[in-house]
């Protein structure tokens, strides 16, 4: 009888293990930025698209804290910001950077709205030479329309063209790379809205424009009674983003 009772003492807490593993599993949540250069709301509305998605919602202001962060994140997800990216950029030190950059390369996730598409692309050229952001997507961005006012445009996203809110929004322009890349929504024009593509064994998307606006947005928006919902494009990209299918290069 004793023989047998230590067995089971012995043999139960590897019988548990896989249980608490699995529950650890079932937390991962969307780690969204809400600190410096976070424009008003955008968090929040980001918020909204990772709870319809299914995701429980974690907000860091402080970039210093990524790489602890980061092990429990299922995706992380900046939206729109304010026009300077440099303090935020500044913020990405060598350190932070190779610890996001080893997080999407071992299957993490990153979606960017506006802002957030920005500072994810290699950078773009102005006056006095090349800005460099994170290159986590290969490709330059660039302003899609010297109107800086929240206007409402059209989008084409899958085929489809829906109305979408727009400000001082990013286009993008790829460049060479052996990563795949999908592109899923373009300009009225023709330039490039959002794409999608492999890092590693990671994915990352951004959308200039954007389709997580929440109605409040479009009420000082040129053309704002053109404004139609697109949040359920928006979910549908970060669930897409999320799954483990492959881009369509």
Request: aromatic letters at 10%; a negative charge.
């Amino acid at each position: 009888m004793r023989i047998r009772l230590w067995v089971l003492l012995f043999v139960l807490p590897f019988v548990i293990t896989p249980r608490l593993s699995h529950s650890a599993e079932s937390e991962r949540y969307a780690l969204i930025y809400n600190g410096e250069v976070a424009a008003e709301d955008a968090p929040e509305a980001a918020a909204a698209i990772a709870e319809q998605a299914g995701l429980p919602v974690r907000f860091v202001s402080d970039i210093a804290e990524l790489p602890s962060l980061l092990e429990q994140a299922a995706v992380f997800i900046i939206g729109g910001t304010e026009d300077d990216l440099r303090p935020l950029k500044a913020a990405f030190t060598p350190e932070v950077t190779a610890a996001f950059e080893t997080y999407l390369r071992n299957g993490g996730r990153y979606l960017g709205f506006c802002g957030g598409g920005y500072i994810a692309s290699t950078g773009w050229e102005e006056e006095d030479g090349f800005v460099e952001m994170l290159g986590i997507i290969p490709a330059e961005s660039g302003d899609f329309s010297e109107n800086d006012d929240p206007q409402i445009v059209p989008i084409r996203w899958r085929g489809e063209t829906y109305p979408m809110y727009f400000q001082a929004s990013p286009t993008f322009e790829l460049t060479e790379t052996s990563e795949k890349v999908e592109v899923f929504a373009y300009y009225e024009n023709g330039e490039i809205a959002g794409l999608m593509s492999s890092y590693g064994s990671g994915k990352v998307a951004v959308c200039g424009p954007h389709p997580e606006a929440r109605e409040s947005w479009s009420d000082d928006a040129e053309d704002g009674d053109e404004w139609t919902s697109t949040t359920d494009l928006a979910v549908a990209l970060l669930q897409e983003l999320l799954s483990d299918r492959q881009i369509r290069k």
